[in-house]
């Protein structure tokens, strides 16, 4: 690169006055354009290399694990005598959101079913999210809302299994448990029994399905009191929002009944994937 040239690495992030969530849908369905708004990263100015994280320049996921999500850059070069050359940015859409030409960087917490859900985090939850097998909004890292999300982390996880909604979700993975009231904050069956969690019961990993508010989420840890399903274990999902993990007593998106489903396992068993960052 010509010592003399300038660069500049800019993040491109949803506009923080942006609304918390888009829809496709009304009055009929449409990709709502997602606004971006670009944040120059200091540190990078001026350097050939720099390394870029996906620490949020907007508005952060609640519960975020550290170092986890997805982010979309821009790098301008100002040459000596003037004239300045652009990677793509956000007038590069597609679907409603950054394109393919974009520059996108997604981070995970960890290998695993939960941890590919982390990479969508930090970006805007879009009620009837949509797309073409390959270029979804949330396999382009544009976005998703709750079943999507769920969907997104079995189909990177290894399983062949189409974007749906949440009326026919239960076609891809098998019905665990129900619940269908709460009892001193514990999940119970219809025989008054709490809905366990542990060996050859519930576990971290399975889709909380609420048919009353249409939503669904992912069973994400078992805090206390251990072994059963109970307010304070932690959900991750979108609602609204841009993927969160919280308690369950936190969110307005769950109710009564709950079904529980269960992926199957994928092939060849848990793969590891290509690392935990993945990008274009």
Request: net charge negative; proline share 9%; charged share 20%.
């Amino acid at each position: 690169m010509n010592p003399k040239a300038r660069t500049r690495l800019a993040a491109l992030a949803v506009a923080a006055c942006a609304a918390p969530a888009l829809d496709n849908t009304r009055p009929s369905f449409h990709f709502e354009p997602v606004p971006y708004e670009a944040t120059e990263i200091a540190r990078c100015a001026g350097q050939p290399e720099c390394d870029a994280d996906v620490e949020p320049t907007k508005v952060a996921s609640r519960g975020r694990p550290e170092g986890a999500g997805a982010m979309a850059f821009q790098v301008q070069l100002t040459l000596e005598d003037g004239a300045r050359l652009a990677s793509p940015g956000a007038e590069a859409v597609e679907s409603g959101g950054l394109g393919r030409a974009v520059h996108k960087v997604a981070v995970r917490a960890a290998d695993g079913y939960l941890g590919y859900l982390t990479e969508l985090f930090d970006l805007p939850y879009i009620f009837g999210s949509d797309g073409p097998d390959g270029q979804h909004q949330a396999d382009l890292l544009i976005g998703s809302d709750c079943a999507d999300l769920a969907v997104y982390g079995a189909r990177r996880a290894g399983l062949q299994i189409p974007y749906v909604s949440t009326w026919t979700l239960d076609q891809h993975a098998r019905e665990v448990g129900r619940a269908v009231r709460s009892g001193g904050g514990i999940a119970r069956d219809a025989a008054g029994e709490p809905l366990r969690i542990g060996p050859g019961a519930l576990r971290p990993g399975d889709l909380l399905l609420f048919p009353g508010t249409r939503h669904v989420g992912v069973l994400y840890e078992d805090r206390d009191p251990k072994g059963v399903l109970d307010d304070g274990d932690l959900m991750l999902h979108t609602c609204w929002a841009p993927p969160a993990i919280e308690r369950l007593a936190d969110t307005g998106c769950a109710s009564y009944p709950i079904r529980v489903l269960r992926f199957p396992p994928p092939p060849g068993g848990q793969p590891s994937g290509p690392g935990k960052r993945i990008a274009w």
